[in-house]
């Protein structure tokens, strides 16, 4: 496991099985931010082309809006990967 600070938002990475654990101190995160955080976009502009072309569901359903608010215990999968959100 490791970590990174940014934003006052703690993003810890499990290298096992593909998944993530983004730890917030905000109340809540939008998916576009969160995409940039994990690094699966390089900028922020990106994320609205991107859900257009990308597999990612919100606990389960297909999700395309990038102001989407992610809350603690949300699941985001983005193809083959899991973030799951905790505070």
């Known amino acids: ?3 990174v600070v940014v934003n006052y938002l703690c993003i810890i990475r499990s290298k096992m099985n593909n998944s993530k654990i983004v730890t917030i101190v905000t ?3 939008t998916l576009g931010q969160l ?3 994990a690094s699966i976009i390089s900028y922020g502009g990106e994320a609205k082309s991107f859900l257009l072309t990308a597999s990612v569901n919100v606990n389960g359903e297909k999700e395309n809006r990038r102001g989407r608010k992610l809350y603690p215990d949300d699941i985001v999968t983005v193809n083959e990967e899991t973030i ?3 505070k």
């Open 1 to 3: 496991f490791y970590y």
């Open 35 to 37: 995409l940039k955080l």
């Open 84 to 86: 799951v959100i905790k």
């Open 27 to 29: 109340e809540y995160i």
